[in-house]
């Protein structure tokens, strides 16, 4: 796709320069619960249907950005291939240890750097707070839900209340049939 293609030249041109590239990664199951709500209420967009609809279009692909197997697939193979210039940071280390993960960003980024005022900014630009302030400053044009906000929780598992035990079955097969090589090369381990 022409997608791809322009992350093939976007990765030619990091590997002959200095660039560095941090690549965040969501368990596919917290992430489909977090687009369906997020589709519903973009503009453009405006998924009209229910749960029972998206959930097999987000595993087939067919949503805004394509398919999340596919997409993480073709960044971690790049990962693999350019490991001294991409970083993989899963979501739920990164929820879970801000600080302790913005020191491995730091070090990935700027190896000679012991910069507390950068941990700071990064820790204070990058929460869930300071980013629905963003939005309503900047007039990013995103229906509110029902609590009035436009950024979700951010909550880690949240796939737990939303999907059924088949629906959980089928994402976990399709999971493993994609991404097992991933799980040991980047500990990812989702849908186990």
Same mark, same amino acid.
């Not at 369906?36 to 279009?57: A, D, H, Q, T």
């Given at each position: 796709?022409?997608?791809?293609?322009? *992350?093939l030249?976007?990765?030619?041109l990091?590997?002959?320069?200095?660039?560095?590239?941090?690549?965040?990664?969501?368990?596919?199951?917290?992430?489909?619960?977090?687009?369906?709500?997020?589709?519903?209420?973009?503009?453009?967009?405006?998924?009209?249907?229910?749960?029972?609809?998206?959930?097999?279009?987000?595993?087939?692909?067919?949503? @805004?950005?394509?398919s999340?197997?596919?997409?993480?697939?073709?960044?971690?193979?790049?990962?693999?291939y350019?490991?001294?210039?991409i970083?993989?940071?899963?979501?739920?280390?990164?929820h879970k240890?801000?600080l302790?993960? @913005?020191?491995? @960003?730091?070090?990935? @980024?700027?190896?000679?750097?012991?910069?507390?005022?950068?941990? #700071?900014?990064?820790? #204070?630009?990058?929460?869930?707070?300071?980013?629905?302030?963003?939005?309503?400053?900047?007039?990013?044009?995103? $229906?509110?839900n029902?609590?009035?906000?436009?950024?979700?929780?951010?909550?880690i598992?949240?796939?737990?209340?939303? *999907?059924?035990?088949?629906?959980?079955?089928?994402?976990?097969?399709?999971? $493993?049939q994609?991404?097992?090589l991933?799980?040991?090369?980047?500990?990812?381990?989702?849908?186990?």
């Amino acid at each position: 796709s022409q997608l791809h293609a322009l *992350l093939l030249n976007m990765f030619m041109l990091c590997n002959k320069t200095k660039c560095k590239i941090l690549y965040l990664v969501r368990d596919p199951r917290d992430v489909a619960v977090s687009w369906f709500p997020f589709l519903k209420r973009l503009p453009e967009y405006e998924y009209n249907g229910e749960w029972s609809g998206f959930f097999p279009s987000f595993l087939d692909g067919n949503v @805004i950005r394509g398919s999340w197997f596919e997409h993480v697939d073709g960044w971690l193979k790049q990962a693999k291939y350019l490991e001294n210039k991409i970083m993989v940071v899963k979501y739920e280390d990164l929820h879970k240890d801000t600080l302790g993960k @913005i020191r491995e @960003i730091e070090s990935f @980024i700027m190896p000679d750097s012991n910069c507390n005022e950068l941990r #700071s900014l990064v820790k #204070s630009l990058t929460s869930l707070d300071n980013m629905k302030d963003k939005n309503a400053a900047y007039g990013v044009n995103y $229906k509110a839900n029902a609590d009035g906000n436009t950024i979700d929780k951010g909550i880690i598992g949240r796939w737990k209340e939303r *999907l059924t035990t088949s629906q959980n079955t089928l994402i976990s097969k399709i999971y $493993k049939q994609n991404m097992t090589l991933f799980d040991d090369m980047f500990g990812l381990n989702y849908c186990q």
